[in-house]
């Protein structure tokens, strides 16, 4: 499978999920942006590497920054086939903490889970209307449908919030050969999540699965790449989800 030509922007690439995809992306030989916000010497280790690669800093709890990044790496690549809305936060507010701290908290998971996602949706939208096509994948979660523990409140309102976009968009703008797609992981192994396993364990973490091991972010890469390359879609609205079997457990 070769997504030669294809060129492909990857929001937070530069760790965890978002660098298992932005590397198996560039090994199907796709036109990579790296986009990140902290990281830069690994995002600048793959451009040094990998001349299809291209990287844009962003900070996506700013406006402007995520206007900007979306200019840059539409003039740097003309076109853009696929969007990987991967960035995202994971933080915990538990109902013990003041409510000025618990509300700043919802208030940046919001802003960097969804707000951001809407900005990037629009712009996307409008160009992919002038180019006849495109796709837009959404890193979602398993929160969104089971719900999570009550530290994480804004975390699991934000991937519902962002699961109900994407399907949207999937609906509305199917006729002009937008397509859109949710993935939906579980629990899985990344630097992010390692405060969430010092507090739980992952024993804990295990019980819920059907399967002896974590989900990595190289189980969820390839998955993408396939989105990518136009076989499945018509799976276009659909959510995909990679959770080890904890819904049949």
């Not at 962003?58 to 990044?69: F, R, T, V």
């Not at 539409?74 to 903490?97: Q, S, W």
């Not at 973490?205 to 190289?218: F, G, Q, R």
Request: proline content about 2%; hydrophobic content about 40%; charged content about 20%.
């Amino acid at each position: 499978m070769s997504l030669k030509n294809q060129n492909i922007l990857v929001t937070g690439s530069s760790k965890g999920i978002g660098l298992a995809i932005a590397k198996n992306l560039i090994n199907e030989n796709a036109n990579v942006g790296l986009h990140y916000n902290t990281g830069k010497e690994v995002v600048n280790n793959m451009t040094a590497i990998h001349g299809n690669c291209k990287e844009f800093q962003a900070d996506l709890g700013s406006k402007e920054q995520i206007i900007q990044l979306m200019e840059d790496s539409l003039k740097h690549y003309k076109r853009l086939d696929t969007i990987i809305l991967n960035a995202g936060v994971f933080i915990a507010h538990p109902m013990e903490a003041s409510l000025n701290d618990w509300y700043e908290v919802w208030k940046k998971t919001l802003d960097i889970n969804l707000n951001a996602i809407g900005l990037i949706t629009k712009i996307a939208l409008e160009h992919f209307e002038k180019q006849g096509q495109g796709r837009l994948i959404y890193m979602g979660s398993r929160a969104a449908f089971r719900g999570e523990t009550a530290s994480y409140l804004a975390y699991a309102a934000s991937k519902g919030g962002l699961t109900s976009l994407a399907r949207t968009v999937a609906r509305s703008f199917g006729k002009k050969n937008i397509k859109a797609f949710v993935i939906a992981p579980g629990f899985t192994k990344t630097a992010m999540a390692e405060e969430f396993i010092n507090t739980y364990g992952a024993e804990k973490l295990l019980s819920e699965l059907a399967l002896n091991e974590l989900t990595t972010p190289e189980d969820i890469a390839p998955l993408i790449s396939l989105l990518c390359s136009g076989k499945l879609d018509h799976a276009t609205g659909t959510t995909i989800d990679i959770n080890g079997g904890s819904y049949i457990h």
